[in-house]
């Protein structure tokens, strides 16, 4: 069975997948959260918190909307091919009272491949320099571990990812961003570098840069200390609903810096030692 697959069966039927099992809000809530969502998105309209529209949202129901929106974007031809991390860093835990990170998927029409972006694409779009690992053996939890993320891994290399937030103005609790797909909107990757034994991320410093000036750095001991361990929390997160992480697909892990708001006229850098550079512009 391909990840499609996985994503889509739940549908028939009308057969509640396993997010949604474990929701507190009812299906009909899901169901309206999703669709309050993917009409922000398709309109660039932000909407109210949906914690305000939908007061029993729990991160539970959270994922079950989150899987409605990417199970909704399959069926309409797009490919999963990766999947984001965010949270990863202990200031942005303390700001939204968690312990743990946040996951998100990625489709095919998410990634980038030219060198500009039309910002109208975005309802407030930022932007966050991280290491992306492809996979070249899949990864099934639990008990996933560093060293199996490491060796699963064949290639790394810089991304930049653009976060969105179809929240109206950033007002987010935790289960308001993982409804919103963990704010990812899109994402631009460098070249793809050999994961090599002597490729430290924990100590490998980003950079990231906003017209030339230069915005934050930070290393990757930021990302829960090493960006494969997040990696491996994903694996084990994803296993609770018999997900896996296949071969051939790509996670971004999660910031090394604090992220910057992007405009028309603007172009943002991220560069990642020993990883080489990306760059995007904003039309």
Same mark, same amino acid.
């Given at each position: ?8 069966? *739940? ?32 309109? %660039? ?16 129901? *959270? ?16 490919? =999963? ?36 972006? *039309?910002?109208?694409?975005? %309802? ?9 690992f492809l996979l070249g053996s899949t990864l099934r939890g639990p008990g996933v571990t560093v060293a199996e993320v490491r060796a699963a891994t064949t290639a790394v ?25 963990? %704010? ?19 100590? %490998? ?14 290393? &990757? ?16 997160? =994803? ?5 896996? =992480? ?7 892990? &999660? ?9 028309? &006229?603007?172009? *943002? ?15």
């Amino acid at each position: 069975m391909t990840s499609n697959d996985q994503s889509s069966t *739940a549908l028939e039927d009308g057969a509640r997948s396993p997010r949604e099992a474990r929701a507190t809000v009812s299906q009909e809530a899901i169901a309206q959260a999703a669709a309050d969502l993917w009409a922000a998105r398709r309109e %660039c309209s932000p909407i109210p918190p949906l914690t305000q529209s939908f007061p029993g949202l729990d991160v539970a129901g *959270a994922y079950a909307v989150q899987e409605v929106n990417m199970r909704r974007r399959l069926a309409a031809g797009a490919t =999963l091919v990766g999947r984001k991390i965010g949270l990863t860093s202990a200031p942005m835990q303390q700001l939204l009272g968690v312990d743990e990170p946040d996951y998100g998927f990625i489709v095919d029409d998410m990634v980038i491949t030219g060198e500009a972006v *039309a910002a109208e694409r975005f %309802c407030a779009p930022r932007i966050e320099p991280e290491v992306a690992f492809l996979l070249g053996s899949t990864l099934r939890g639990p008990g996933v571990t560093v060293a199996e993320v490491r060796a699963a891994t064949t290639a790394v290399a810089v991304a930049l990812e653009i976060v969105d937030s179809r929240i109206a103005d950033w007002k987010l609790t935790l289960p308001d961003t993982v409804a919103d797909n963990a %704010c990812s909107a899109a994402v631009v990757l460098g070249d793809w570098i050999p994961f090599t034994g002597d490729i430290d991320l924990p100590r %490998c410093e980003a950079t990231l840069h906003l017209n030339g000036a230069h915005i934050d750095s930070g290393t &990757g001991d930021a990302v829960m200390g090493d960006p494969a361990a997040a990696v491996a929390w994903l694996a084990n997160a =994803l296993a609770e609903y018999d997900v896996e =992480l296949p071969a051939g697909q790509f996670v971004i892990s &999660g910031s090394f810096t604090s992220a910057a708001f992007v405009h028309p &006229g603007d172009t *943002a850098a991220a560069t990642i030692s020993g990883l080489g550079s990306v760059s995007l512009s904003f039309s």
